[in-house]
């Protein structure tokens, strides 16, 4: 069965401080892994996706991941972080169920900076 | 166009009423979503609808029912809740279940309230 496992349910920082946040997955099957953000009182938005080629990537904001098959990682960084960047942190991975395609969500990491 | 919209933000209801969620998305996405999100949690999947037909119910309560009129709209039908039901309810779509991308987005949700 595939899961995913966010180790930190929260992470306090230090404005412009490097963050990281954690996302292990176990499956035995292809997936592509993604990153949401959800601000307070917003839906989700998708931060950056792994599909498939270079293992590094990165979104717009300064936020970047990289993909590690042989430790089954995803891992979000970003070298200084802001006040603005405060909010939940999901990853998710999704993979072929029953006649397509189901996210997997892990139970998502609080990032709280601090001025 | 890259939004899906949701209608109302919030929502009070009594455990007796009827009332109905509804989404909204113009990207020509094929695969539409009702999740559920209680606080500091990962949203949830109830159902997947792929091409206006039901895809994916995941043992949902027959007290939610949900309806897809057409490839635009969604929605999802609330009768006789409990107190437990209160939550954030996100819409999402995608593409579809078949490609490769399997990014979703999602609309801001609906927060609704039961009492």
């Known amino acids: 069965a595939q899961s995913v496992t966010q180790l930190d349910s929260q992470v306090p920082v230090f404005e412009e401080a490097p963050v990281e946040l954690r996302c292990n997955y176990s499956s035995s099957v292809s997936v592509y892994l993604f990153w949401y953000v959800q601000y307070p009182n917003q839906g989700l938005q998708l931060l950056l996706k792994y599909l498939s080629g270079s293992t590094l990537v990165e979104s717009i904001n300064g936020f970047e991941a990289e993909f590690n098959k042989s430790q089954t990682s995803f891992h979000l960084r970003k070298p200084s972080v802001h006040i603005s960047d405060t909010a939940e942190y999901f990853c998710a991975v999704s993979f072929h169920y029953n006649q397509g395609g189901k996210l997997i969500f892990g139970q998502g990491t609080e990032l709280s900076v601090k001025p | 166009d890259t939004e899906v919209t949701q209608t109302p933000k919030h929502l009070v209801m009594g455990m007796t009423n009827k009332k109905s969620l509804k989404c909204e998305q113009h990207m020509g996405h094929r695969a539409m979503y009702w999740y559920k999100q209680k606080a500091k949690k990962p949203p949830e999947l109830m159902f997947v609808?792929?091409?206006?037909?039901?895809?994916i119910n995941e043992s949902v309560p027959s007290r939610f029912s949900p309806e897809c009129p057409n490839s635009s709209l969604l929605n999802l039908h609330l009768h006789a809740l409990q107190p437990e039901d209160s939550a954030l309810y996100l819409c999402?779509?995608?593409?579809?279940?078949?490609?490769?991308?399997?990014?979703?987005?999602f609309g801001p949700g609906t927060r609704l309230t039961v009492t």
């Open positions: 999402a779509s995608s593409q579809d279940l078949t490609s490769l991308d399997y990014e979703q987005y």
């Open positions: 609808y792929s091409y206006e037909k039901l895809s």
